[in-house]
């Protein structure tokens, strides 16, 4: 399957989001397109920038990703099956938010 994004942490093809290197024992995650309820952007304050990988909020789970200091913003997504979100610090945010913007439909803003 062709992914329309790629940067090798985050991939997005035609069914859903691939993410690799996402939980404490560095697996990989796949969340259908199906399975997202919501999506959002929000800018990240210094401690999410800091964080290669984690949560700082029990709230928003991040996958590994050593470049994060260097973005300031991040998109999450709220999944159907509830539980933490995951937050995505792509290389090419404006791609992906156009993505899941054509998959799951308009992608919002939070404070």
Same mark, same amino acid.
């Given at each position: 399957m062709e992914a329309a994004y790629d940067d090798g942490r985050i991939a997005l093809d035609e069914d859903g989001v691939t993410l690799r290197r996402y939980d404490l024992l560095l697996r990989t995650r796949? !969340?259908?397109y199906s399975s997202i309820a919501r999506a959002s952007e929000?800018?990240?304050d210094g401690w999410w920038r800091w964080r290669l990988w984690g949560t700082n909020?029990?709230?928003?789970?991040?996958?590994?990703?050593?470049?994060?200091r260097h973005k300031d913003r991040m !998109?999450?997504?709220d999944t159907t099956s509830g539980g933490m979100r995951v937050g995505l610090t792509p290389d090419d945010h404006e791609a992906v938010v156009e993505i899941l913007a054509r998959r799951v439909g308009r992608v919002g803003r939070d404070a």
């Open positions: 796949r !969340i259908p929000r800018a990240m909020d029990l709230k928003i789970w991040l996958g590994w990703d050593p470049s994060r !998109i999450v997504l």
